[in-house]
């Protein structure tokens, strides 16, 4: 089911016109209320992964984002606790979610753990990536890679030590089937880390180290504002409960990551 969101002007919008002058909804077609009235375009957003994109609910935060920003939008997500890209390209309800309504970008993030281990990677993402990459071009959609964070405590068991050298493996794994199939990247460990590096930054992680606490999701709510749309997400009034200058601090590491090489995750154009 797609994720709704309705701001009080186009409830307002809505009543003034009224609903009864349009075609009755179906099911997976119209999407959300905003997107049905006709007064300009909509950008309607598939997410494809798992917990990291569900927790806090990333769709959602992108979304007020994008209505702070004037973009109406659209969001859906295929999100299940712990599915790999694989396992969503197996999936026949992946298919039907990609056919279901004319989407403009869908997202594709991989597990965690996955992109960070070469041999995994091979035997695992890319060919997930390379079936679903095809399949959201084929239904004219533009596809673009979740390039996801680091545990905060990397992963020793595999020689990947501390978050630096883990975020290091993620880039790489993403960087590489994204320049095979010339997808673009949504670089949201890359601004992770610049943030985990300041003094006084904001906590991104929960307690588990793995998954991401609010201001970790809004900031890849950032970045994802800032690959899709190519414009900053400084200034927008939307904070979701955060700090505003916390949210002003997290904005302005996303559009200095996205918007100063567009060229670099592919981006440009």
Known sequence: MPRWVLPVCALAAATTVGLAVFPAPQLGLWGQPGCLLPIGGCTRVLFIGNSYTAVNDLPT???DLAWAGGHRVETEALDAGGWTLAEHASDPAT?????????????????????SVPSMAAAEMYPAVTTLVAEARQHGARPLLYLTFAHQDGWPQVGLDDYASMQAAINTGYMTIAQQLGVAVAPVGVAWEKVAEQPG??????SDGSHPATAGTYLAACVFYAAIFDRSPVGLGDDDGLQPSEAASLQA??????LDDPPLWDLAG
């Open 61 to 63: 935060t992108f979304a």
């Open 201 to 206: 930054a904001p906590t991104l992680w929960q």
């Open 95 to 115: 298919g039907t979610a990609l056919s279901s309504e004319p989407w403009n970008v869908v997202v594709l993030q991989e597990q965690s753990q996955i992109p």
């Open 253 to 258: 590491v996303a559009a200095e990551t996205v």
